[in-house]
């Protein structure tokens, strides 16, 4: 799913649905914000972001992520 589709469906976001190319951005928004972790399985963990800080990194790089997926579509 890409990032217009994680901010559409408004729910908290798993650190492995943020593209590799957006993760510094995001990670830099994020830091000193509070965020939620998922023990797996297999003895990992997962941060959980909370929706609503996702939604402002997005609102703040809106321009920038559609402007990508526009040219995704073109190419």
């Not at 908290?12 to 023990?39: A, Q, R, Y």
């Not at 003895?43 to 703040?60: A, L, P, R």
């Amino acid at each position: 799913m890409n990032l217009k589709g994680l901010y559409l469906r408004q729910r908290d976001v798993n650190e492995v649905e943020i593209p590799l190319h957006w993760k510094e951005s995001f990670n830099k928004f994020m830091f000193g914000k509070t965020c939620g972790v998922e023990h797996k399985d297999d003895g990992s963990i997962q941060f959980v972001y909370y929706w609503e800080d996702f939604s402002y990194w997005y609102k703040e790089n809106r321009v920038q992520i559609e402007r990508e997926l526009k040219l995704d579509d073109l190419l």
